[in-house]
């Protein structure tokens, strides 16, 4: 049996400006999530949730897209990204707890040395299912493998 998938209505009033092929599956694997950021001059960024990490891809011109930074992660299908102030807060559903990106440097180059992980010292999680971030910097970070896979606020105006 074969799947046919109708796309009623494509191109209008879409346009392609650009895209961007991950081939190196034994790198990055299959796409998971998406999310954008802006730097402070602009620039725009999207953030690329891969089945073994997160891709930040420069999108500002979109007939050249360019990888800017890579970091390698559990390998999980499940990963969400989100952004508050110049973090990018990403969860999984495997280990590591929230891992953090410090992006202030951007336009400038990021390191390894700008990621780090939260797993909550008082309330210890290694995974999550989904985040959401509110206008106030509170993350809720839900399915978290705390308890029974509950919710944990997070303040991150304290992050600097």
Known sequence: MALSISVIGQNKNVQLLGSKTYNNTSLHGDLNDVWGYVDSLGNEYALVGLEKGVSIVDVTDPANLVEVFYVAGPSTIWRDIKTWNKHAYICNELSGGLQIIDMSALPGAITSNDVYYHTGPLFPFPDA??????????????????????????????IQ
């Open 129 to 158: 299912h989904n985040l959401w971030i509110d206008e106030n910097g509170i993350a809720y970070v839900f399915g978290a493998g705390f308890g029974k896979k509950g919710a944990i606020f997070l303040d991150l105006t304290t």
